[in-house]
């Protein structure tokens, strides 16, 4: 009898399950590569949702802030090697409030589960939905991520680049990398020299501060060796190799075009240890 219950309210419990969210998709005018089209149905305007100050009244940021929790701890570690182009699909607001991104892939869905991470743009994103049949994926968007990176300039039929998280086998063929966007860069200057391609890219000095020639950058998830840093211009540059351009979407931008960036994580570990006089208390022997 016990039994019979139990199921019975499984049953119940199965059947008010809500059903699969829809989307409402952006627009696929873009008139602007700093503002979004959305569908006159939605309800938050985007500006809100963005850059107001979070309120935690505000029931659509509460509902992305379940779904993809800003990290800023080491969750996940990735290697800037860029496994394959994926093509977003539908990116907007769900029914809930959420913002979600659907985004069409083969290799990152080998070995897919509910919650793995995966580096979109070098961005570390949770798959909330996937369909192998379908051969996409979800993930949510949290306001932070919207605000820190490039992501917002994506449309409907953008690629980007696509990394799982780092296995105990994986081959670590880059640096190491968080998938903590530190900053955005704008691209100023693409110019060819025989099949290679120098890119100089202009940001933030509190980014710019730790890059360093011949040091590690990750470049919208792409693990690159910086070579000139201009200070004055707070500007760095780099090169891509024909088999590089052909795999990555960094030529497939344009000059003025935004990148994320994240630079080397040993970098900030030896800024915020000469900055706590970590370096006064230490004698040599």
């Given at each position: 009898m016990a039994v019979s219950l139990q199921f019975s309210s499984v049953t119940k419990t199965l059947k008010t399950i809500p059903k699969r969210k829809n989307f409402y998709l952006i627009s696929q005018t873009f008139p602007s590569r700093f503002n979004l089209s959305f569908s006159s149905n939605l309800k938050t305007p985007l500006s809100n949702l963005f850059f107001n100050t979070l309120n935690s009244k505000s029931t659509p940021i509460q509902s992305i802030s379940r779904k993809c929790t800003y990290r800023n701890s080491i969750q996940c570690l990735f290697t800037g090697i860029v496994e394959e182009l994926g093509e977003i699909k539908q990116l907007g607001y769900a029914e809930d409030g959420g913002f979600e991104m659907k985004?069409?892939?083969k290799t990152v869905l080998e070995d897919v589960k509910?919650?793995?991470s995966i580096a979109v743009n070098g961005t570390c994103l949770t798959v909330t939905e996937f369909d192998n049949k379908d051969s996409d994926f979800s993930v949510g968007l949290a306001p932070e991520t919207l605000r820190k990176t490039s992501l917002i300039e994506l449309v409907p039929g953008s690629l980007v680049n696509l990394e799982r998280a780092l296995l105990p086998s994986t081959r670590m063929g880059g640096h190491f990398v968080q998938g903590h966007v530190d900053g955005t860069g704008e691209i100023v200057s693409m110019e060819r020299e025989g099949d290679s391609?120098?890119?100089?890219?202009?940001?933030a000095p509190e980014v710019?501060?730790?890059i360093v020639p011949k040091g590690f950058i990750a470049v919208d998830g792409t693990s690159l060796t910086v070579v000139k840093v201009f200070d004055e211009e707070e500007c760095f540059n780099f090169m891509l190799v024909a088999y590089t351009q052909q795999n990555v979407v960094i030529p497939l931008k344009k000059i003025g075009q935004k990148v994320n960036l994240e630079v080397d994580i040993l970098g900030k570990y030896v800024e915020r240890l000469l900055r706590s006089g970590f370096t006064n208390v230490v004698t040599p022997t």
């Open positions: 985004i069409s892939a509910l919650g793995d391609l120098w890119v100089k890219v202009k940001t710019l501060k730790f």
